[in-house]
């Protein structure tokens, strides 16, 4: 992608029918560390690449609960992200007091889909610059769904946004098929395997980098961080010494 | 000469007006000790001289360390802790950690005055440990007048139960207690009990079942319990 006539703002269409401010956002997406997503029958998870940007830093937040029921991970414009997930949590709320029930994880994506279009069909207006991946259990069961800058949402049984995350996808191939019966603890750590793939030569994932968070039948949206991921790393870590004898 | 022509006032009637409020009945009550606090309501809901349900309860968990109880007008006291409960949710997102007691305690207050001109026709007793883990229980009128105290009675049997407890926990009119002692779990769970099988007796809008709360630093327990029927 180059600079070129028809990117200078998200109302310009060029010739080969593209919206360049759009798929410019998208890059935005690629630029932040990997997250991955998967589910089984009961529950689904998301496990993500904490960053920081110097020593002095903490960990940037990837994961973040909207509601009991549902929750999220970015890669992208944490900002944006921030706004996004404000927005969600209130439409969660407003659908627990107007119909009395949970807002089911479809309507929540297309929603904030809805949101992000008007920002590539307004003058004057930037696409959100977050990608994100929604978790969700409602009546139809667990859901994984991606969200795009471009309003463009899908629904996944496993996927992976952010950067190297093609080695993540490429993992999660692989390996769907088995996710469907698999219990929580083993689809964290199938997770977090796919997760380590897209980390650079010589990196690892420890305590401090390393966020999970999952929801499901049985369980309510929850985040591990810090020293409760540590059962988890072991267990990834002790898959490792088996495959290898 | 026309002037001498007057007319009878036109009655300005108020025989058949529309009413916002309704009183559905119902009593709470809460006891602080030195590391805990129980908060207590009946379930009956009533109208008048009828029952709309023996099964409608007033106390509501807003966290793992806050209860609130509500008596009066029960559609009010429904949405009022539903505005509290969003509100408790909102803070926990932002603050990333549960709303205190204290804290609590003033966001109710405030919510209540916001409606000064149009009342939640609600009494609400909100009960849960302060910053140094002692019990507390808060007291208010429907437009948010607050007071912090150690127990109180609210809702239809209050002119009942309330002098019950001013002499069983405050010790009021006994020349050799000592009024700042404050109770132990066990006798706090019984002189509730007793205020409400009291006034379950006296008061036709109590009875039907009773659910005590109690918090203390392991969280929020509840039990139920029958009342008289009749």
């Given at each position: ?27 935005a997406?690629?630029?932040?560390s ?17 960053r ?10 990837k ?28 439409e ?9 029930r949970?807002?089911p ?10 949101k992000?279009?008007t ?23 667990p ?5 795009n800058?471009?309003?463009?949402v ?14 993540a996808?490429?993992?999660?191939e692989?390996?769907?098929e ?10 964290i ?20 980098n ?21 059962a ?11 495959e290898?004898? | ?14 025989h058949?007006?529309w ?9 709470s ?9 129980i ?16 099964y409608?309860p ?21 949405r ?6 969003q509100?408790?949710q ?50 208010y ?25 001013d ?10 207690a ?7 779990r066990?006798?706090?769970r ?25 918090i203390?630093?392991?969280g ?11």
């Amino acid at each position: 992608m180059f600079r070129n006539q028809y990117d200078n703002d998200a109302t310009t269409w060029s010739p080969h029918g593209r919206i360049f401010q759009v798929e410019y956002a998208s890059e935005a997406v690629k630029q932040g560390s990997a997250v991955v997503g998967l589910k089984s029958k009961d529950n689904v998870v998301l496990v993500a690449v904490k960053r920081s940007p110097n020593e002095l830093a903490s960990y940037q937040k990837k994961i973040v609960r909207i509601d009991d029921h549902m929750g999220i991970a970015m890669a992208g414009l944490t900002s944006d992200a921030r706004v996004l997930s404000n927005y969600l949590r209130s439409e969660a709320m407003r659908s627990k007091m107007v119909y009395g029930r949970a807002l089911p994880v479809g309507r929540a994506v297309t929603s904030i889909g809805d949101k992000a279009q008007t920002n590539t069909q307004e003058y004057g207006r930037r696409p959100y610059g977050v990608g994100l991946l929604v978790i969700g259990h409602d009546d139809t069961g667990p859901h994984l769904y991606e969200f795009n800058p471009s309003g463009v949402v899908s629904e996944y049984y496993a996927y992976s946004i952010g950067a190297r995350s093609q080695s993540a996808r490429t993992n999660l191939e692989r390996n769907f098929e088995k996710f469907e019966d698999m219990p929580l603890k083993e689809l964290i750590v199938q997770g977090l395997r796919a997760l380590r793939d897209t980390l650079q030569q010589g990196k690892l994932l420890d305590t401090l980098n390393t966020s999970i968070g999952f929801v499901g039948k049985d369980a309510k949206m929850t985040i591990l961080d810090g020293e409760d991921t540590q059962a988890y790393l072991d267990l990834l870590d002790e898959g490792e010494a088996m495959e290898t004898e | 000469m026309l002037s001498s022509i007057t007319q009878a006032p036109v009655e300005a009637h108020s025989h058949n007006r529309w009413e916002p409020y309704v009183d559905n009945g119902g009593t709470s009550l809460a006891i602080a000790g030195a590391d805990f606090v129980i908060i207590a309501a009946d379930t009956r809901q009533s109208d008048g001289y009828s029952i709309n349900t023996r099964y409608d309860p007033k106390a509501f968990e807003l966290s793992n360390k806050t209860v609130i109880a509500t008596t009066g007008y029960a559609a009010d006291a429904k949405r009022l802790v539903e505005v509290m409960e969003q509100k408790a949710q909102s803070y926990f997102h932002k603050h990333e950690r549960v709303m205190s007691t204290p804290a609590m305690a003033q966001l109710l207050s405030n919510t209540l005055y916001y409606k000064r001109f149009f009342p939640y026709y609600v009494f609400p007793i909100l009960a849960g440990l302060d910053s140094q883990g002692k019990g507390a229980v808060f007291t208010y009128d429907p437009v948010g007048n607050m007071e912090r105290t150690v127990y109180v009675a609210c809702g239809s049997a209050s002119a009942l139960v309330q002098p019950f407890l001013d002499n069983q926990v405050g010790f009021a009119n006994q020349r050799a207690a000592d009024p700042n002692r404050l109770l132990d779990r066990e006798t706090a769970r019984k002189i509730a009990i007793d205020a409400f099988t009291g006034a379950t007796e006296r008061d036709i809008y109590t009875g039907d079942w009773l659910e005590i709360f109690t918090i203390d630093q392991t969280g929020v327990h509840r039990e139920k319990r029958e009342l008289k029927r009749d």
